[in-house]
């Protein structure tokens, strides 16, 4: 049972233009949504996260969008960059605060990641 | 952030044989936690591992095959026993610095199992 999703493998757009990446959840106590970029031979590298408590969060070029309703989330990345190039793989956790305390921890669930490859 | 690194880096291994990888940390850090990403595939979480108490297993996951330590709040292990080539990933330990539920991760261990 594949909870998070990423339903595109690989994705390339040219240098300068927006990324998309998407995501879908099935799993309607998720309530924290991460980004994580994972270059060859290293661990992933945290990017950008989001509270279902928000609908949008930005942080540089990385702008993270989240609809509840739809259970769907997308990660846009503009400028696009070619040492943006690598494996995209959004996460989700459950009642993150209340797990924390339990010390339960903050389990993630991870989609299968997305190849972006950015062309100069 | 926090700096992770993991030893080995990577390791081919015998059928049969055990491994055990370690995880060190820059930092105390409550939260400890180890993945697997097989070929091709996500990544999953094996365990939970808190100081002072056992590991927290997910489904799929037991002990006897996948022992966990936790000495220290800078430190833990995983072994990988009797291994098989399903065994074959890339192993991954993390840690949560209570900041928003962000988990930062170590570089991880690339093992083969022929």
């Known amino acids: 049972d594949q909870q998070v999703k990423q339903n595109s493998p690989s994705l390339s757009v040219q240098e300068g233009r927006i990324s998309i990446l998407n995501c879908d959840y099935t799993?309607?106590?998720?309530?924290?949504f991460l980004w994580y970029k994972k270059y060859p031979a290293e661990g992933p590298t945290f990017l950008i996260s989001?509270?279902?408590?928000?609908d949008k969060n930005e942080d540089g070029r990385f702008t993270v969008f989240l609809n509840k309703s739809a259970k769907h989330l997308s990660l846009h990345i503009v400028p696009s960059q070619p040492g943006d190039s690598a494996v995209y793989f959004c996460?989700?956790?459950?009642?993150?605060?209340?797990?924390?305390?339990?010390?339960?921890?903050?389990?993630?669930?991870f989609g299968e990641g997305t190849q972006l490859t950015v062309n100069p | 952030s926090a700096v992770i690194s993991q030893k080995p880096s990577r390791d081919i291994c015998q059928r049969g044989t055990s491994l055990t990888i370690q995880c060190q940390v820059d930092?105390?850090?409550?939260?400890m936690f180890w993945y697997r990403q097989q070929p091709g595939q996500s990544l999953t979480l094996i365990a939970t591992a808190n100081q002072g108490s056992e590991a927290t297993y997910e489904s799929g996951f037991v002990i006897d095959k996948f022992p966990i330590s936790r000495p220290n709040l800078t430190f833990s292990t995983l072994t990988v026993s009797n291994m098989s080539p399903e065994d074959s990933s890339i192993y991954l330990c993390s840690v949560d610095r209570g900041a928003l539920d962000t988990q930062y991760f170590g570089p991880g261990t690339r093992l083969t199992v022929l």
């Open positions: 996460a989700a956790s459950v009642g993150v605060r209340a797990l924390y305390q339990e010390t339960s921890g903050s389990r993630l669930t």
């Open positions: 799993n309607s106590m998720f309530d924290y």
């Open positions: 930092s105390q850090v409550t939260m």
């Open positions: 989001i509270s279902s408590i928000k």
